[in-house]
């Protein structure tokens, strides 16, 4: 039998790595020592004082990691690397035992704990998780409520300038036309204080963000063409809009993505509270003598 790290009496050098972290908290199932017994021929891959890591052992706890913890494996070191941190484990799990760490009434509490957590989770899992959906109704309503921090579907950068009258802002529309500068033409003559020293720039559109003759005109106009005068009792508009930044878009699409994520966890929190109301319904709940003593000092 070829062992990948030496005798029985060999010792693997402690290495500290996020992969060892991973492996400590437990996410890689029970105690390797946990096993069942192993068969004469099933092959071995490594042993460890004695306690032998077999290759089927080995082969369902890399079977059992996610894929992004797989994958960060893979670009360190691979499937040796994973070796070694099971050895390495199996050594502080040894050294645990010898401290009688596993005999501990803290430990054994902790684990009875996590054991009832696990069988709630999976009680809930088909209530919970797989039958609530968000509808597209439910979602559109939902962001419709939240317009104030969504873009409009429009996705235009809006910019516009003030004219005192129409042959002033006839003129100005004639020389952005010519390839003049809107912005530096805004900062100039625009009366408008809101806009003048920002070149017009307003912003990504969003409803009400202009008046309502403006409004109209945004929604027929080209990204990057500039409107004819806007008449108003305020004066003469110009308008341009121009296609939003790609970082601006990505960061809209993150807040759907959260908002969508806020309302499937109200919809989640509704369907356990039902649940609950209904197993509730069908108990039977008494509270003793002793329940007077539970408030809010108690315990401090």
Known sequence: MTLLHGSNTTRTPFRPSFFLAYALAGLLGVALSGCPAQQEEEPIVA??????????????????????????????????????????RELLMQE???????????????????KEQLILDELLKDKLQSKVEVTKAELDAYYESHADELLDPLKVQVSLMLLPNFP???????????????????????????????GGDLGPYRKGLVLPEVDAVIHSLKPGLISAPIKTEQ???????????KEIIEADLATQERLRQELLADKRRKRFEEVIADIRANATVRLADASRYITDETGK
């Open 235 to 245: 004066g003469y508009y110009l308008v341009m809009t121009t296609p939003l930044d």
């Open 168 to 198: 002033a802002a006839k003129d100005l529309e004639t020389q952005v036309n010519r390839g003049g500068s809107f912005a530096a033409f805004a900062k100039r003559y625009s009366v408008d204080e809101k806009t003048k020293a920002k």
């Open 96 to 114: 645990a035992r010898r401290q009688g760490l596993d005999q501990s009434d803290t430990i054994r509490n902790k684990t009875q704990r996590y």
């Open 47 to 88: 042993l460890v004082n004695g306690r032998a890591i077999t290759q089927a052992e080995f082969d369902i706890r890399w079977g059992e990691l996610a894929g992004a913890t797989r994958a960060r494996y893979e670009k360190a070191g691979g499937k040796r690397r994973f070796l070694d941190e099971l050895i390495t």
